[in-house]
């Protein structure tokens, strides 16, 4: 495989690599994150790279690069970012086609995040040709992140030796420092099924619902989103099987967003003592990830690299979830960051500015020069 192409020309190669998140949807036709893992083991390992495929599901692994002079006695950075993309569902262009017009990259995940990979992954080989010796720089490629984050979840339970975790998205280059956590789970009514014709012999439970329903939109919702950024929504209502049979179960789904400010546990145990008064009622978790927020060294150095490009450094909050929030809980120190917009991720002629991609490529090479001042420094009065 051709070794020092650009860090674009590696963009349009992971482009055009189908690593949709299965889903059941789509299921026959997603091959997973295999190849994408496959791809950059085959890329990096000539290039002196200790390369590790890490299965997780079948055919879904995470993927480690270490540089052969890799030292465990070093501190570590981690550039950290995801295979995966989603669906290519009514996509307006061909997905994989990796199409330039316009400055721009076209196809799924150029934006998010194949794009910041690429400069990411650019910048470690370049930076390793200068042979650094005062701390380790790693790539971090974790599957699953588009459901459920599950790739760095089941990283984290590894313990791996790290202490800086810059984790790729798409931030126009602006480090995010806070994002939201998920809180998402289903509420049941039981009732009594029976014929429409004759609904005193059963027990309605759409009817049965409603008390919940009215409950939560007009005390619970508005007291849980007066916490900064919070945001409470039920997304589905399902009830019934046919038009003349009273139906005998009735479900609400939520998915509330919240900042690292709410306390979580208390609102739900707010939300119990509420439901408790309601019969034959039942509470199903589906997903609860933690809010992440940024307090350490990475920061700092990253600030200083935009510094040193006259970039101006506006610290970004955002609703969206990451891989950021498990590395974050298991206490690693941690940033979000990469080239594109978040309003480009996702969409139907989804794209990533060339001129972004040379932008973050210089960030990251001012980033790892105070990366090695900061980390002989600690050297020295050690």
């Given at each position: ?278 019969d034959n009622y039942h509470y199903e978790e589906i997903q609860r990830e933690p809010a992440f927020r940024s307090e350490g060294a990475l920061l700092y150095l990253l600030d200083k690299a935009l510094y040193d490009l006259g970039i101006e450094s506006v610290h970004g909050r955002e609703p ?38 040379h932008k973050a490529l210089q960030v990251l090479n001012r980033m790892l020069i105070h990366c090695k001042e900061y980390f002989y420094d600690k050297q020295k009065t050690t």
């Amino acid at each position: 495989m051709q070794k020092n192409i650009s860090a674009l020309d590696l963009a349009i190669k992971l482009v055009q690599i189908n690593s949709v998140t299965p889903s059941q949807k789509i299921d026959a036709q997603t091959p997973g994150e295999q190849d994408m893992a496959q791809f950059l083991y085959d890329y990096l390992t000539p290039q002196n790279f200790q390369c590790e495929l890490i299965p997780v599901k079948e055919n879904r692994p995470n993927f480690i690069a270490r540089h052969d002079s890799y030292d465990p006695e070093l501190p570590t950075l981690a550039f950290e970012a995801h295979l995966d993309t989603v669906d290519v569902e009514n996509m307006s262009i061909e997905p994989f086609a990796a199409g330039i017009r316009d400055d721009r990259l076209y196809g799924r995940g150029a934006c998010d995040t194949k794009g910041t990979m690429a400069v990411m992954i650019t910048a470690m080989l370049e930076w390793y040709r200068k042979q650094p010796d005062t701390f380790n720089l790693i790539f971090i490629g974790t599957m699953g992140e588009e459901l459920g984050t599950i790739g760095a979840k089941a990283l984290i339970k590894t313990k791996p030796d790290v202490q800086m975790v810059l984790v790729g998205e798409p931030t126009h280059c602006v480090p995010v420092v806070v994002h939201n956590g998920l809180w998402r789970f289903k509420l049941l009514t039981d009732g009594r099924a029976c014929h429409s014709s004759t609904p005193h012999e059963g027990e309605n439970a759409i009817e049965k619902i409603r008390p919940i329903f009215n409950y939560l939109l007009t005390d619970f919702k508005p007291f849980f989103e007066k916490f900064r950024g919070n945001t409470f929504s039920i997304t589905q209502f399902h009830g019934g099987v046919m038009m003349n049979i009273v139906p005998d179960r009735c479900s609400l789904t939520i998915d509330a967003r919240y900042g690292p400010e709410t306390d979580l546990n208390a609102l739900q145990k707010s939300l119990f003592k509420q439901l408790e008064q309601i019969d034959n009622y039942h509470y199903e978790e589906i997903q609860r990830e933690p809010a992440f927020r940024s307090e350490g060294a990475l920061l700092y150095l990253l600030d200083k690299a935009l510094y040193d490009l006259g970039i101006e450094s506006v610290h970004g909050r955002e609703p969206w979830f990451s891989d950021a929030a498990h590395f974050s809980q298991a206490n690693y120190d941690c940033v979000v960051w990469g080239a594109g917009s978040i309003q480009q991720a996702h969409t139907r002629d989804e794209y990533v500015s060339i001129k972004q991609l040379h932008k973050a490529l210089q960030v990251l090479n001012r980033m790892l020069i105070h990366c090695k001042e900061y980390f002989y420094d600690k050297q020295k009065t050690t």
